[in-house]
């Protein structure tokens, strides 16, 4: 999963005529880790996703602007809007992040 260090690369991506998502997370969260367990399963079985992450105390003003209250969260994107967003109450299991997945590809 590419990392977003910069603004300029998160406009960039999210532009995308297809969709892209973004995870949301920080080092120190605990959360966060325990989704770096099984995303990975995750990305290959949607692998027609890209896939970036974002550290949030690295550009808080992208986590404010797109309503990242807790994390790990992941947001999809497309043609420069946010179209989906996984909230982080809602990500702590591999099953969580399927089934939002597949409500995303209906």
Excluded at 1 to 8: A, D, F, G, T, V
Excluded at 27 to 43: H, N, T
Excluded at 65 to 76: A, R, T, W
Aim: hydrophobic letters at 35%.
């Amino acid at each position: 999963m590419q990392s977003i260090k910069n603004n300029e690369t998160y406009e960039s991506f999210i532009e995308s005529s297809e969709p892209v998502i973004i995870k949301f997370f920080a080092d120190w969260c605990p959360d966060c880790k325990r989704m770096d367990m099984f995303i990975g399963e995750i990305i290959d079985e949607y692998n027609q996703y890209k896939w970036y992450e974002l550290n949030k105390d690295e550009l808080p003003e992208i986590a404010d602007k797109n309503e990242v209250m807790g994390i790990p969260s992941l947001l999809v994107y497309q043609d420069g809007k946010k179209i989906a967003h996984l909230h982080s109450a809602n990500a702590k299991t591999p099953e969580q992040v399927s089934e939002f997945l597949t409500e995303l590809n209906k």
